[in-house]
């Protein structure tokens, strides 16, 4: 969002005077869930900037974020194709000056590198932004040495829901997953993306996924309170998805029938007898 502001500032001065840019920036973190490619910010920032704290509920709420976007390019004289390359010039210039200041603006939530490490179950990054961006992230914040042509890694998944449900559909199909008793989990902050999959996915895939809104990323409380009413989704926690990850259960949810807490952490961390 920070990038979007800056090329914002730069294309569109007029726009941005008087106004106080910390205000814009927090006005563009609230707006962050609709966001979908990253030129798509400094869009949002000359909205907001000209219309006010008040346009946060209006990009929220748009039903169709896209013509939005291509709607409010067209008034300002910009063209999406133009903006993008602009937008992607200026962030690469960005990383390329200063890459250890742009890996600390993208710091990790709190235990998730423990856990990925602790992680006794195969692991899959699944995300929009492209290769060049995510492959130092997943090598200086988690220490996962991959490169943009490995197996764990699906990047540049842009339209996001469409492409992210062929992502599921990959993993399934690969001999690893093979058994179909082998549950696989699917975890988002984009609770469009997960309904896109519940609506669109085959039965196979359906029975096979546990699908979950990430409740500590960019996703609102309505959005939160939407999911927990949703059939087929679950609102997992940071705690519980770390708890997941390490012991592929989570501990406040236990029925009875799965291992506890206890049982779990002797199966990641001792070898069973027999």
Known sequence: MSAGLAVARERWPESFAGVIEEDVLESLNRARPRLISGFESAV????????????VEDILSCADWLGRVKELLEGY???????????ERW???RIESDEQGWLAMNPLYKDVREALEDCPSPTYFASSKSGRRLIPLLRSLLGIDVGEESPRVFHTLIPPNELKLETLERVMARPIASNGRTQLHFVDDR???LEYVLENAGD???GRYELYLASWGYCTEEEIRRARRTKGLRVIELEEFCELLRFGIIMGVNDGCQ???DEARDGVYKPRSG
Not at 77 to 87: A, I, P
Request: a negative charge.
């Open 44 to 55: 949002m920032a000359r909205f907001i900037a000209e219309e006010g704290s008040g346009a």
């Open 204 to 206: 196979d895939l359906l």
């Open 77 to 87: 004289g910009s063209s999406r194709d133009e903006l993008q390359g602009e937008f």
């Open 259 to 261: 291992d506890t807490e």
């Open 91 to 93: 962030r690469r210039e």
């Open 191 to 193: 609770l469009e993306t």
